[in-house]
């Protein structure tokens, strides 16, 4: 029978490996500052928006994930040249 800490372990894992596969398979996800929109709102007038600087107006960012993945590559690459 598992113990409770085998389960959790197991369980953040799974997570993890999904996490890792989302990420190879849909490397940008929406832009949490916009929320995917593009643009943000006005500091002083709410209803004039301006072009979010973060994601470029494009609603999409690389996902932390690819990130960590493109790192792992790139070093793996660059050692074995």
Do not use: D, W
Not at 47 to 74: D, F, P, S, W
């Amino acid at each position: 029978m598992l113990t409770i800490a085998a389960l959790a372990s197991l369980t953040i894992l799974g997570y993890a490996a999904f996490y890792l596969i989302k990420c190879y398979a849909s490397p940008f996800g929406r832009c949490r500052r916009c929320k995917g929109a593009g643009q943000r709102p006005g500091l002083i007038i709410r209803r004039l928006t301006r072009e979010c600087r973060r994601c470029a107006a494009t609603g999409k960012r690389v996902r932390v994930g690819r990130r960590l993945i493109e790192h792992i590559r790139t070093e793996y690459r660059a050692g074995n040249q």
